[in-house]
């Protein structure tokens, strides 16, 4: 079970096959997906959309706002998952 990419919440058992990106990337399962705010989700499906309509050309420091953001959503789903949030 080496080649799969697990969820990164602690303790979660959910697995992915690792796409195209390989097996070194993030994966927040459906799950916990669903315990990240509303807010939160929106938030970074306007970045996705962004990304998608203008690619490297999306902003000065898109990259420093996306890992920004998903470090909140990160966040946000091991809370959830603790209890905590």
């Not at 058992?13 to 990106?21: A, I, V």
């Not at 070194?24 to 705010?37: D, F, L, M, R, S």
């Not at 970074?44 to 898109?62: C, I, K, S, T």
Request: hydrophobic share 40%; with cysteine.
């Amino acid at each position: 079970m080496t080649d799969r990419v697990r969820c990164l919440v602690p303790f979660c058992r959910r697995t992915t096959k690792p796409g195209r990106n390989g097996v070194n990337v993030q994966w927040i399962c459906g799950n916990h997906w669903k315990a990240v705010p509303l807010a939160q989700r929106r938030v970074w499906g306007r970045l996705r959309r962004q990304w998608r309509r203008y690619g490297p050309e999306a902003g000065v420091h898109f990259d420093a706002r996306w890992w920004r953001v998903w470090d909140r959503l990160k966040r946000s789903a091991i809370e959830a998952a603790g209890g905590i949030g």
